[in-house]
């Protein structure tokens, strides 16, 4: 054969060959986009699989918050009343808060058998007292208790009554009725002096300013400011910064006396003291400093005057001494 027919057969083998390659060529297209196509619907159905089983997971969320919404509305129904919704919760949690608890002109009652439970919490009554905050900030604790004209006041027992703002009371049918005054303890006490105290006993006052009644019965702090009595029975102290001391009927009336035991005694002048005995007086326009000691009926008109004991004794001249 000679070299130009081998060209030429060369040439015609090329020739039939080529719409083979071109097959071969489109057949890889086609491999190629539908390989592509199977990747990018793999790709969608793992995304949309992730979307689903978020959904899922958000849908288990509804669910449990429609539970915890079906026992609240199934166990305590609302039941509507003039000005206001109140609900009903016999049983189960109704309502776990997180955040803040805000009561906006309404209430929260519980009632039954349920507790409020603050866990590393605070409970906090917020507010100034003011002529138009009359009834508010007020926390109560027990029944029959009159608080409508308390403010920023704690109530702790029954059938007290609370006027002023920052007063506590705390017992039984105890009376506040000034600011930050408080009857703490016993029965049927009353603090109606500004910053009065009456602690325990009962049917004891602190009617003065700053006055204060510890323990005992019927006794009274009364007119002038930081009285005092301790303990006893009917006893009055009624002079600035006057004490009685226990015993019963004694009464202490001008600034700084000081009536300590004893029975219906009386120390009715300044910086004047007597120490137990029974109707023993000390008074007169210049009793500075007279001291009247057990006995009875004994008197003390002058000033520096002492009596020690005996009866029906009087010492009438200044520094004088008399014993019994």
């Not at 849908?59 to 509305?73: A, G, P, W």
């Not at 608890?101 to 100034?128: F, M, P, T």
């Not at 009834?135 to 027992?157: E, F, M, P, R, W």
């Not at 007063?167 to 109606?192: E, L, P």
Request: hydrophobic letters at 35%.
């Amino acid at each position: 054969m000679c070299p130009e027919q081998g060209h030429v057969q060369k040439r015609d083998e090329l020739v039939a060959e080529a719409p083979n390659t071109r097959q071969h060529r489109r057949f890889l297209a086609v491999v190629a986009i539908s390989l592509c196509c199977s990747a990018f619907t793999l790709f969608r159905d793992h995304k949309i699989t992730l979307q689903i089983s978020l959904l899922q997971q958000e849908v288990e969320k509804l669910k449990q918050h429609n539970f915890n919404l079906r026992q609240l509305t199934q166990t305590a129904p609302w039941k509507y009343t003039t000005g206001s919704n109140v609900v009903r919760l016999q049983e189960g949690v109704g309502l776990r808060v997180k955040g803040d608890l805000v009561v906006d002109g309404g209430s929260i009652r519980l009632g039954g058998q349920g507790d409020i439970v603050v866990d590393d919490g605070n409970i906090l009554l917020e507010g100034k007292c003011g002529p138009n905050r009359t009834g508010k900030g007020n926390l109560i604790i027990g029944d029959a208790n009159h608080y409508t004209s308390a403010q920023n006041s704690l109530i702790v027992g029954k059938k007290s009554t609370v006027i002023g703002c920052g007063s506590i009371a705390g017992g039984t049918g105890h009376t506040v009725n000034a600011s930050f005054a408080a009857a703490i303890g016993g029965s049927k006490n009353k603090a109606s002096g500004i910053t009065a105290a009456v602690v325990g006993g009962q049917n004891n006052e602190a009617t003065g300013d700053y006055s204060v009644v510890v323990g005992g019965s019927q006794n009274t702090a009364e007119n002038r400011q930081g009285s005092s009595v301790f303990g006893g029975r009917q006893n009055v102290a009624s002079g600035l910064l006057a004490a009685v001391f226990g015993g019963r009927q004694n009464r202490a009336t001008d600034k700084w006396a000081v009536v300590a035991g004893g029975f219906n005694n009386s120390a009715t002048f300044k910086l004047t003291a007597i120490f137990g005995g029974a109707r023993n007086i000390v008074e007169g326009d210049d009793s500075w400093f007279a001291v009247c000691v057990g006995g009875d009926t004994n008197t003390a008109p002058v000033f520096g005057a002492t009596v020690v004991g005996s009866s029906g004794s009087s010492c009438d001249t200044t520094y004088c001494v008399t014993t019994g």
